[in-house]
């Protein structure tokens, strides 16, 4: 089967960097998404890795490794509006276990 | 401009009586997909369409089916709900290549009495 695990919470304060994490299990792949999702909304897509490496996208970035079956989120300068819940997914339809972010003043 | 339109926004049903949700898009896309999310999990796949070709997910209980009558229109039957089916039901749309991303509707949120 195929299984994508996120820590389940994370915390940080505005204007820090902070990297969500993603470890995956699956057979093979085209490639690694992530989406966001506020309280009561739909996901939004936010970044895509096809290949390894790093994709910058604002202040938003997503970075994959298929040798470590690993990929993550990195989102700078944060702002009180990134609190919500991230979710990588891999095909564009199996959804990882999310993290809900928590941004404090 | 709402791409993926979900209707209605919320929907209350009895046990055991059937009820449907319904998708619209404009974005013209090929594949659409139906998702069910509840509290604090991820979206969890039901079925997809590439154009007419249905996907079932092989855990997806028979109690859901699905229908796509063109390219702009889905929908989600549910024949009896049950209490366990209370959630968020997603509807999404992609492109047909690998890198396309999921547009989703706001949902419309099931409540079972």
């Known amino acids: 089967g195929q299984s994508l695990e996120q820590p389940s919470e994370v915390t940080a304060v505005e204007g820090a960097i902070v990297q969500i994490n993603c470890t995956y299990q699956?057979?093979?792949?085209?490639?690694l998404s992530w989406y966001q999702q506020h309280d009561g909304g739909a996901p939004t897509f936010l970044s895509y890795?096809?290949?390894?490496g790093l994709e910058e996208t604002g202040r938003f970035s997503s970075f994959l490794s298929r040798s470590d079956s690993y990929g993550y989120l990195l989102l700078q300068e944060l702002q009180m509006k990134d609190s919500a819940s991230y979710f990588c997914?891999?095909?564009?339809?199996?959804f990882g276990t999310g993290t809900r972010l928590k941004v404090l003043a | 401009d709402a791409m993926v339109i979900q209707n209605p926004r919320y929907q209350v049903t009895q046990f055991g009586k059937p009820v449907t949700l319904s998708c619209s898009q404009t974005?013209?896309?090929?594949?659409m997909y139906w998702y069910q999310q509840k509290s604090s999990q991820a979206p969890k796949l039901l079925f997809h369409?590439?154009?007419?070709?249905?996907?079932n997910e092989a855990d997806t209980p028979d109690n859901f089916q699905s229908r796509r009558p063109n390219t702009s229109f889905c929908f989600l039957d549910i024949r009896s709900p049950g209490l366990g089916d209370a959630a968020m039901y997603l509807c999404?749309?992609?492109?047909?290549?690998?890198?396309?991303?999921?547009?989703f509707g706001d949902g419309t949120r099931l409540s079972i009495l």
């Open positions: 999404a749309t992609s492109g047909l290549t690998s890198n396309q991303p999921q547009h």
């Open positions: 699956t057979s093979g792949f085209y490639g």
């Open positions: 890795n096809a290949l390894d």
């Open positions: 997914a891999v095909d564009e339809y199996i």
């Open positions: 974005l013209n896309h090929n594949v």
């Open positions: 369409y590439y154009d007419k070709d249905f996907n």
